[in-house]
């Protein structure tokens, strides 16, 4: 990917440096874009039994197949950690959590270095119950356990528990607010009215327009949130203003 970047960036005479983490990255005034990141991040998930809250893992099959299990025991006082609204679900129902590590070092580099951050994502507003994983290859669903290392895997952000690590660190966080709404703000629809006034194909960009803020099941303004990130003196960042 970093070789593909070269490529597509060679002749811009824009200087670009690749670090491997937010931790490489030298102190100076920081504007971070988070677009589809979060969601691609290791997640954890618990499974709810008559006997209390179990890890689900990963094992292989009698057919020698990758296959879904549970561990044997239920990790103690797992429910007490849930919020109180979650803590009597029905059997069978499942938890998603991820490790706060990325969102606590957003949130240092931006409150470290008096900066910001955007991110976009699909996910949910609040933290709840559900299982989100999903699979997708050759543009297609796939089941997450088949040609592991070949589908992109996926599940969504849970962006109440993301606020809450990102604020840790001294940030003021925005929103979230669904996608649609924050390209409305900035003035999308303006600005594809210019871009038909220019352009033959105009079809094409209504149609990239509905895709971007549709909230049907086939677009992303409803699915996908948007949320920022700031230094206290910074202030509200563009398309979060009240």
Request: hydrophobic share 40%; charged share 20%.
């Given at each position: 990917m970093q070789a593909q970047q070269e490529k597509t960036l060679e002749g811009t005479g824009i200087p670009?440096?690749?670090h491997r983490s937010l931790t490489d990255v030298p102190k100076?005034?920081?504007?971070i874009f988070a677009n589809e990141f979060f969601d691609a991040l290791p997640?954890?998930?618990?499974v709810k039994t008559e006997r209390g809250w179990h890890e689900?893992?990963?094992q292989i099959d009698p057919s020698g197949q990758l296959a879904f299990t549970i561990a044997p025991e239920p990790m103690p006082f797992f429910q007490d950690l849930?919020?109180?609204?979650l803590r009597t679900p029905r059997t069978g129902a499942v938890f998603e959590w991820r490790a706060d590590s990325a969102g606590i070092e957003v949130g240092r580099c931006v409150a470290d270095?008096?900066?910001a951050a955007l991110v976009i994502d699909y996910g949910h507003t609040e933290t709840a119950l559900?299982?989100?994983l999903q699979a997708v290859g050759q543009h297609a669903y796939a089941d997450p356990l088949t040609y592991p290392g070949h589908l992109d895997l996926t599940a969504?952000?849970?962006f109440q528990s993301l606020t809450r690590a990102v604020e840790a660190m001294g940030t003021v966080g925005f929103g979230p607010i669904e996608q649609s709404q924050f390209l409305r703000r900035l003035g999308i629809e303006r600005r594809a009215a210019a871009l038909k006034a220019k352009a033959a194909r105009a079809a094409d960009i209504d149609e990239a327009l509905e895709r971007l803020i549709g909230r049907n099941r086939d677009a992303m303004g409803e699915l996908f949130k948007v949320t920022a990130f700031a230094h206290p003196s910074v202030g509200a960042p563009p398309g979060f203003e009240t």
């Open positions: 670009v440096t690749w100076g005034p920081a504007i997640i954890n998930q618990a689900r893992r990963i849930l919020l109180p609204a270095n008096r900066g559900g299982e989100t969504h952000v849970d």
